[in-house]
């Protein structure tokens, strides 16, 4: 800092630099906005399957009411899965399902002719 004196008595403090350091300032975006906010990446979109897999056996069959129809479902168990993942699904619905019903059909009159 440097020392500039006046006429009068008064000392006064005036700060004197080299005008060849001053860079320029450019304002960003953020600096003349600060209200606004960068919209979030939006998250990935996960497909979701249907069933957990192949079908590994017919467990169960009900017969509910659905819009004033009886429709029947099958409790389904798939492979490799554990039994809270088995699910109530429709005839149409199961994959592979005339097999497995033929199968759940056979075990059904086999279990009725031993007893």
């Not at 008595?9 to 960003?28: D, H, M, W």
């Not at 699910?87 to 759940?104: N, S, T, V, Y």
């Amino acid at each position: 800092m440097q020392w500039k004196s006046n006429s009068q008595r008064n000392i006064q403090e005036t700060p004197v630099f080299a005008v060849s350091l001053v860079k320029p300032y450019f304002q960003t975006e953020e600096d003349k906005f600060p209200s606004r906010k960068k919209n979030p990446t939006p998250p990935e979109i996960v497909e979701v399957e249907d069933s957990p897999g192949p079908v590994k056996r017919i467990i169960k069959a009900r017969k509910i009411r659905l819009n004033g129809k009886d429709q029947r479902q099958y409790l389904v168990r798939f492979k490799n899965q554990i039994a809270d993942k088995d699910k109530w699904l429709a005839e149409d619905a199961i994959p592979d399902g005339h097999l497995h019903l033929r199968r759940f059909g056979a075990s059904r009159r086999n279990e009725q002719s031993h007893q």
